[in-house]
Structures are given as structure tokens and as C-alpha cells.
């Protein structure tokens, strides 16, 4: 994961009293007041589609309003989990997987949000340890996506690869689980695009611009996944197409600091001639 994640979102200390009442919505009036005109349902839908969307401040506002409602919503826990560790705020991620997890002790769901946050916050071991038990039934779609963004953060060894290629570590085991993840529906816009960015976090262009792809073509104005192809044609040097999807992933959320951070390095005089020099030979090519 970027140190800086995908964008700034300024939180209170973990630890402190005031960042569970700014997670929890209890410091904005504003929040509260939404129980006559809004349901805990519209809330966390719209906060999802935030989050697909890469509008971070948003979605950790709208996961507080359904808070303020309902605080036995799982999945507004494990979102605010979850757009802790793409703002790169992997320590709050930890500390409030942590407290929601001790909160909802049978949720299959809070448990890996847990362990994603610790295995992006570098404490791979501890998030082993807390996904290596038996899969229940009960698991679903986004279950099995973080286990495999967990499994795709564990290094396996030379010999691990050759003599014990199992689904059960590393990438052999990411791939079976987002293969699960997938199995109810390929076409799933919001899924596809968390395994890419997963696959483009683990420096393999190439199965992350498929995934990137699929997802693009049923939402095809989504910034998050405009910038997610964008850093993917980064990676080949394939410096016009970065340009074409990173304004096209600016123009759609102008809050998205890593594509701004994108155009900037674009804009360098080092990338200014790797660019002219990639078009020649482009044309050579043609």
C-alpha cells in the first residue's frame, strides 16, 4: 500500500475518546438529526458507493450517520476499516478493527476486516493467524475478498512455491479466494475492482488491469478505478494512456490526491522526455 494511501483524511489521535465519537458521528449534531429523513440502510449504501468511488471523507461520513442510527452495523464497521487503510491510516484501521471486533465477536466479517487492517499495518503474522480456521458457509463475497488482499500480502518462499503450491498461502491462496469471491457473480463492478487494486498494490500490472478493465466497463466513470488503470499503464510506461485515464479519473472526483499526485509526476521534465520518447517510438512501431 502507498504510505500517504489514495487521499488525506485528518483523524484525531488513536487511543483518544475523540476519534471513536468522529467515527461514531457523535461529535456532529448535523449526523444525529438525520433519523426522521434517512434510513441505516440508505446510509451505508450510500457510504459503499463512496468508498467505490474513492470519495473517502464522504463514505467515513455517511458509515458515521448510519452509526449514530444503528451501532450494531457491521458492515459500517468494517467500511470505516476499510477506507482507514486506503487513506493510509493503518494504525486508527487496527485500533478500531480491533474494538469492532471485540464488539461483534461471532462476525466472520469484522474478523477479516481485522486481519486486513493488520496485514497492511505490516503485522502479517497476527492477520495469518486470525484467517487460518475453517471456512464457514455463512461466508460471503467480501469475506473472501479480504482474505485474499490478506493471503496477497504474505511472502512465500522459493520452496514454499515449488514444493507446497496451496491455495491456502500467498498468491496461490489470494487467487483461490478472490476466484470465491467472484463465484456468485463475475460481474460485479465494486468486487473486481478491489482485486485490482489489490493485484496493482502487489506490483502485477497485468491481472490487475483485467480485473481494473472488467470492472471499468460496468461502471465506466468510476475515478478510483480510472486512476487504478492509469498506475497500471504507469507500470509499462505506456505514458498517454496514464495521461488520458488519470484527468479522466481527476475530472470525476477532484478529491483524489494520488491521481493529482499521477499528473504531477507526468508534468516532471524527466517524464516529459520519457513520454516524447516513448511516442517516437510508438510511431516507429505503427
Known amino acids: ?53 474513492g470519495r473517502y471523507r464522504e463514505g467515513l461520513r455517511n458509515y458515521a450517520r448510519a452509526l449514530t442510527l444503528d451501532r450494531e452495523q457491521v458492515s459500517a464497521w468494517a467500511g470505516q476499516v476499510r477506507i482507514l487503510v486506503d487513506v493510509g491510516q493503518y494504525g486508527p484501521a487496527a485500533y478500531w478493527a480491533e474494538k469492532g471486533r471485540d464488539r461483534f465477536t461471532d462476525s466472520i466479517a469484522m474478523t477479516c476486516a481485522h486481519a486486513y487492517a493488520l496485514a497492511c499495518a505490516g503485522r502479517v503474522a497476527e492477520a495469518r493467524d486470525m484467517i ?11 469475506d473472501w475478498l ?3 488482499e490478506v493471503l496477497l500480502r504474505m511472502k512465500t518462499s522459493f520452496v514454499q512455491r515449488l514444493f507446497a503450491p ?22 460485479d463492478a465494486f468486487i473486481n475492482q478491489r482485486i485490482g487494486i489489490a493485484y496493482l498494490l502487489a506490483a502485477d500490472d497485468k ?3 483485467v480485473h481494473l478493465e472488467a470492472s471499468l466497463s460496468l461502471v465506466p466513470d468510476n475515478p478510483l478505478t480510472l486512476y487504478g488503470i492509469a498506475a497500471c499503464c ?6 498517454e494512456d496514464v495521461l488520458y485515464y488519470v484527468k479522466r479519473a481527476i475530472a470525476g472526483n477532484p478529491e483524489l490526491d494520488c491521481a493529482f499526485e499521477l499528473l504531477q509526476w ?6 516529459k522526455f520519457l513520454r516524447i520518447f516513448s511516442r517516437k517510438k510508438r510511431k516507429e512501431h505503427s
Do not use: W
Not at 504507469?234 to 505514458?239: E, G, L, S
Open 1 to 53: 500500500m502507498r504510505a500517504k494511501g489514495f487521499a488525506a483524511v485528518e483523524l484525531p489521535s488513536v487511543g483518544e475518546r475523540t476519534l471513536d465519537r468522529f467515527l461514531l458521528g457523535e461529535d456532529a449534531p448535523d449526523l444525529r438529526d438525520d433519523r426522521a429523513r434517512l434510513t441505516v440502510t440508505d446510509l451505508t449504501a450510500a457510504a459503499h458507493e463512496d468508498y467505490f468511488r
Open 132 to 142: 487460518n480456521v475453517p471456512v464457514s458457509r455463512d461466508e460471503t463475497s467480501l
Open 146 to 148: 479480504l482474505r485474499g
Open 166 to 187: 496451496h491455495k491456502r498461502i500467498g498468491r496461490m491462496g489470494a487467487f483461490f479466494c478472490f476466484v470465491k469471491a467472484l463465484a456468485s457473480s463475475q460481474n
Open 207 to 209: 491481472r490487475a488491469r
Open 234 to 239: 504507469r507500470m509499462v510506461r505506456d505514458y
Open 266 to 271: 507526468l508534468h516532471r521534465p524527466s517524464t
